[in-house]
């Protein structure tokens, strides 16, 4: 079965750590974003790649890095997590447009 | 500008009545429309897609959506809800040229009564 799998499911920070989310596909999908999910707003864009080495931002990129060194590890950076970062993180890959997203079971971060 | 609205963050129903959750969308270019569905504490799952074949998309767990231009909407419809059916379900809308990056509306939470 193809997967999408992010390393944590819950994670707890302090505030000023610098904070590591791991994601990995087996799909050999070209396309990886991360989305952050809050109550009544939805999934938001943090970032997204195209390919090994690129990243576009998306909606939501302030206090948010990433890095895609291989095409199938995508890494959210949180640099000095604050307690507004605290959140449900989403992955998803993708192989084009019309295949739709496969998604990770998600990270729920709390920043105290 | 491209945009998804989802009527309702709440929606009730009883087992066994009609499910429907509304979704618009606003496209400058032709959509692709996609239902997702979380359950508690997990990733979104796959529920049925339109990319521009049949207008009348069937998927899983008894769910289907029709992709009305005219009205730019693409409503999730079940003749008959399920205990299971309970969870969050969110529209998406993405186009062909746009890295696939997607927009998702804001979800709508099922509820369902025994």
């Known amino acids: 079965d193809v997967k999408v799998t992010q390393s944590s499911r819950y994670l707890v920070k302090r505030t000023g750590e610098k904070v590591f989310l791991e994601c990995v596909q087996d799909?050999?999908?070209?396309?990886m974003f991360w989305y952050r999910q809050d109550p009544g707003l939805g999934l938001r864009l943090i970032y997204f790649?195209?390919?090994?080495?690129?990243?576009e931002k998306g909606d939501i990129p302030e206090g948010y890095s990433v890095s895609r060194e291989k095409k199938e590890r995508f890494s959210l950076i949180l640099e000095s997590a604050s307690t507004n970062q605290t959140s449900m993180y989403l992955c998803?890959?993708?192989?084009?447009?019309?295949?739709?997203?496969?998604f990770g079971s998600g990270t729920r971060l709390t920043v105290v | 500008a491209q945009s998804v609205t989802q009527l309702g963050s709440h929606v009730s129903v009883s087992e066994g009545a009609l499910v429907l959750l509304r979704c618009n969308y606003s496209?400058?270019?032709?959509?692709?429309l996609f239902w997702y569905v979380q359950y508690p504490n997990q990733g979104l799952q796959l529920l049925l897609k339109?990319?521009?074949?049949?207008?009348l998309v069937k998927g899983i767990n008894g769910f289907e959506a029709e992709f009305k231009k005219s009205e730019t909407s693409f409503h999730l419809t079940k003749p008959s809800a399920h205990m299971s059916d309970a969870a969050e379900y969110f529209c998406?809308?993405?186009?062909?040229?746009?890295?696939?990056?997607?927009?998702f509306g804001s979800g709508t939470k099922l509820n369902v009564k025994p």
């Open positions: 998803a890959s993708s192989l084009g447009t019309v295949g739709g997203y496969t």
């Open positions: 799909m050999d999908h070209e396309n």
């Open positions: 790649s195209y390919d090994v080495k690129m990243k």
């Open positions: 496209s400058s270019v032709p959509p692709y």
């Open positions: 339109y990319t521009s074949a049949a207008t």
């Open positions: 998406a809308v993405t186009f062909h040229s746009n890295f696939n990056k997607f927009y």
